[in-house]
Nanobody, 120 residues
Framework: QVQLVESGGGSVQAGGSLRLSCAPS????????MGWFRQAPGKGREFVAA????????DYAESVKGRFTISRDNAKNMVSLQMNSLKPEDTAVYYC?????????????WGQGTQVTVSS
């Protein structure tokens, strides 16, 4: 079993920045890719961004492209999500995920979630 430990999040005003980080307890074939999803109150969970450990290949949801940057640090075994130009509609619980392939839907492991609140 793989645990995903998330950190970061919090509250910020619109236009501000936050950084989320996530570290898997171990690396296996089922943690080939790491991703971030979010769930706003009353809405379904949606894909935000993903990255592969090996080549650093990334994928972003259109709603965050140009504002969010996902990165990985293989030496520190950590994936980060830098969120800039935040908007109130970015308010959500953000979940770190890990899976065997770069995907917008299929992941094997999920973190506990961290709250991001953007005020107008």
């Amino acid at each position: 079993q793989v645990q995903l430990v998330e950190s970061g999040g919090g509250s910020v005003q619109a236009g501000g920045s936050l950084r989320l980080s996530c570290a898997p307890s171990k690396r296996t074939s089922r943690t080939y890719a790491m991703g971030w999803f979010r769930q706003a109150p009353g809405k379904g969970r949606e894909f935000v961004a993903a990255i592969t450990w090996s080549l650093g290949t990334t994928d972003y949801a259109e709603s965050v492209k140009g504002r969010f940057t996902i990165s990985r640090d293989n030496a520190k075994n950590m994936v980060s999500l830098q969120m800039n130009s935040l908007k109130p509609e970015d308010t959500a619980v953000y979940y770190c995920t890990a899976g065997s392939g770069l995907s917008r839907s299929r992941y094997d492991y999920w973190g506990q979630g961290t709250q991001v609140t953007v005020s107008s």
